[in-house]
């Protein structure tokens, strides 16, 4: 699934042109993370919005302890 398809199927796109999905998806970046590969680190500062385009992450706190579970969208 390509960038704007995810969008169009998230509520992060609700609302918006194809031309303004379009402009979003220029400026992201995909990543092709592995498994137990780090995403982001609590408390870190970043202007990042992180979507998962296909598979599961773990959201857990600094002592391993999980949070959550995040999927697509």
């Known amino acids: 699934m ?3 398809d995810s969008l169009k199927a998230s509520y992060l796109g609700e609302g918006l042109s194809n031309d303004e999905m ?4 220029a400026l992201a970046r995909v990543a ?3 498994n137990k590969e780090l995403l ?3 408390f870190d ?3 990042d919005l992180i979507v998962i385009l296909e598979g599961h992450a773990n959201v857990e ?3 391993g302890g999980q949070l959550a579970e ?3 969208g």
Do not use: L
């Open 2 to 4: 390509d960038v704007i």
């Open 22 to 25: 379009k402009s979003i998806a």
């Open 32 to 34: 092709d993370k592995k």
């Open 40 to 42: 982001a680190r609590e």
């Open 45 to 47: 500062e970043t202007s």
């Open 61 to 63: 706190t600094r002592d």
């Open 70 to 72: 995040a999927g697509p």
